[in-house]
């Protein structure tokens, strides 16, 4: 298993390194990334009776970052590996009472075009989504419109998503109405 918090984080579970705590304080580290790393760790020591399929699980979870947007954990993990985070989705979604949304990343590079636009459609359905494409300084652009009264009735956190989309998903404004 691959993530954002070091071997002895992971290991120590209720505390941080100095590293990583200091990472936390720099926001190069969340809240969200703890939270997750925390319940993959605690699935991996916790001896249920599939300890030999949640190991095997476990060791091909790679872990690139996590965002909290209230009712709902984003997990980004390389393309490749997406679907080992996605096959320990129903765990996690227990474990931290949350709704699980897997999204890869290429390289850690954010999403571009289509592939944004599904990452945003998967994560906030049933939300309705408005888009419009426009070019600006000679490039395709797309804005997308999202009703604000479906995130609050989901639970969104507005501004969390907003933050979410311009770090990972490039080329798509967001507005809401």
């Known amino acids: 298993m691959k993530t954002p918090l070091c071997d002895i984080c992971r ?6 390194c100095k590293e990583c705590e200091r990472k936390l304080d720099a926001g ?4 969200a ?15 249920t009776s599939n300890e030999c399929t949640t190991q095997s699980l476990l060791d091909g979870v790679v872990v690139s970052r996590a965002v909290d947007l209230g009712t ?15 096959n320990l989705r129903q765990e996690l979604e227990s474990l931290l009472k949350k ?7 290429v390289s850690g590079r954010p999403l571009l075009g289509k592939a ?4 945003l459609d998967e994560l906030l359905s049933p939300v309705k989504l408005h888009t ?6 000679g490039r395709e ?37």
């Open 33 to 47: 990334d703890v939270a997750v790393v925390r319940a993959l760790t605690s699935l991996e020591f916790s001896g």
């Open 141 to 177: 652009s797309e804005k997308i419109v999202i009703e604000r009264a479906g995130l609050k009735q989901q639970g969104i956190d507005e501004k969390r998503l907003e933050n979410l989309v311009k770090e990972f998903l490039e080329g798509i404004e967001v507005s809401f109405a």
């Open 132 to 137: 419009t494409r426009a070019f600006k300084n």
């Open 28 to 31: 190069l580290l969340s809240e």
């Open 11 to 16: 290991a120590l579970r209720n505390v941080l």
């Open 72 to 86: 709902r954990m984003v997990i980004f993990s390389p393309e490749d590996k997406k679907d080992n985070v996605k």
């Open 116 to 119: 944004g636009r599904n990452a």
């Open 99 to 105: 709704k699980i949304i897997v999204l890869g990343v």
